[in-house]
């Protein structure tokens, strides 16, 4: 997934719907987003101002979740015959994104080309297998990459739990330790993946 450049595009999107719902997770709970940022390495930040440990403690969940959660909201799309608003709604949450949020180039540029490709998706009429594929492809590519990101932060929560990024926030509000809430990110992410497959097949 991480071929330049088509690989690092594809897989940037895992990073922005992680970074992004913790965005959204932020606002709905009434927390003020600062800004998202992400690079071609596949980091990624989502700086708020929460008001509370519980806030914080939802806020930090939903980004391995969402990502998840995205996924299953897709393959239902595709399954449902719903694919062409989808791609309208990925492209209004994708500018919405930059609007509010976006100020660093590479982010600004990467989340307007999405947002354009899925304008360009919902626009032409495209046979709708082929527009079925591009969200298989998404979907693919949340999975591999949040997959990829869920090892990550198991491997850190052992050797380095303070670089374990949202585990290492999950436990300072939690106080359970970093590597349970990895082992909890996998075990969701394994989860989701038995779904999607039993979905398809």
Partial sequence: MRIKPIGTWLATINTFFHEGFHALSALLLGNKVKEIEFDQKLGGSCSSLSTGKFKTFLTALSGYTGCNLMSLILIYAINHSRIEITFLLLAIFSLLIIIL??????ALVWTLAFATANLICYIIPFPLRIKAGILYTYIIAILVENTVACFEILRLSFTNSKQS???SVLHKVSHIPPFLWAIIFNAI????IYKIALMIL
Avoid: E, F, I
């Avoid at 992410?189 to 989701?192: G, M, Q, V």
């Fill in 101 to 106: 949020y976006m100020r660093k180039p590479y």
């Fill in 165 to 167: 990024g949202d585990c």
């Fill in 189 to 192: 992410n394994a989860l989701t």
